[in-house]
């Protein structure tokens, strides 16, 4: 198959132009502070002339660089004072919970050592315990059943339990707070 001159011609022209080197206007800027830049168009800033289109220009990524770290100490600063700041107030904090678990072991033991009227009841007994009685607390009443008065420890273990209860929440907020402290700079 044979192909007409003239298209042969018109892809060889195509071809050949394809190849060509493009070309396009370049500038060189520069600003007041002597700071040069290169640009397809024309800034309208002074100092600006365009470059020959015989002049081979490539481009070129600029990699900007960070701007230097600042010492790691000066970067820690703010940290260490935060921390300083809060070790302050923690210890504040478990000044005033060992000095409410003082007070509620001082409460505990007062409740201890007094008994109320409430903690001794009446209680039906056998023979052998109202003969063995000798404190006088005892009696028979009218039906014939023997009677004696004791404390009763539920009621004293009843009684006691909200001040054990505060001891041991205290307790445990005191060693919080000392777990916390010691884990700080």
Same mark, same amino acid.
């Given at each position: 198959?044979? !192909?007409?001159?003239?298209?042969?011609?018109? !892809? !060889?022209?195509?071809?050949?132009?394809?190849? @060509? %080197?493009?070309?396009?206007?370049?500038?060189?800027?520069?600003?007041?502070?002597?700071?040069?830049?290169?640009?397809?168009?024309?800034?309208?800033?002074?100092?600006?002339?365009?470059?020959?289109?015989?002049? @081979?220009?490539?481009?070129?990524?600029?990699?900007?660089? %960070? %701007?230097?770290?600042?010492?790691?100490?000066?970067?820690?600063? %703010?940290?260490?004072?935060?921390?300083?700041?809060?070790?302050?107030?923690?210890?504040?904090?478990?000044?005033?919970?060992?000095?409410?678990?003082?007070?509620?072991?001082?409460?505990?033991?007062?409740?201890?050592?007094?008994?109320?009227?409430?903690? !001794?009841?009446?209680?039906?007994?056998?023979?052998?315990?109202?003969? @063995?009685?000798?404190?006088?607390?005892?009696?028979?009443?009218?039906?014939?059943?023997?009677?004696?008065?004791?404390?009763?420890?539920?009621?004293?273990?009843? *009684?006691?339990?909200?001040?054990?209860?505060?001891?041991? *929440?205290?307790?445990?907020?005191?060693? @919080?707070?000392?777990?916390?402290?010691?884990?700080?700079?």
């Amino acid at each position: 198959m044979k !192909f007409p001159r003239a298209v042969i011609f018109l !892809f !060889f022209l195509a071809s050949s132009l394809a190849s @060509a %080197p493009a070309t396009a206007q370049v500038f060189k800027c520069v600003d007041g502070s002597g700071k040069v830049t290169y640009s397809n168009e024309r800034s309208s800033a002074k100092g600006c002339t365009q470059l020959s289109n015989e002049q @081979a220009v490539t481009t070129v990524s600029m990699r900007v660089s %960070p %701007p230097p770290a600042a010492s790691p100490a000066a970067s820690y600063a %703010p940290l260490v004072d935060m921390d300083k700041a809060r070790k302050q107030a923690l210890e504040g904090e478990l000044d005033k919970e060992r000095a409410a678990l003082e007070n509620a072991r001082k409460k505990l033991a007062q409740e201890e050592e007094t008994g109320q009227g409430s903690d !001794f009841s009446w209680r039906q007994v056998s023979e052998e315990q109202f003969k @063995a009685n000798v404190n006088g607390k005892c009696e028979k009443r009218e039906d014939g059943s023997l009677w004696c008065r004791g404390r009763n420890y539920q009621k004293v273990l009843d *009684r006691l339990q909200p001040y054990k209860d505060e001891v041991e *929440r205290r307790e445990r907020k005191v060693e @919080a707070l000392t777990q916390q402290i010691s884990g700080l700079r």
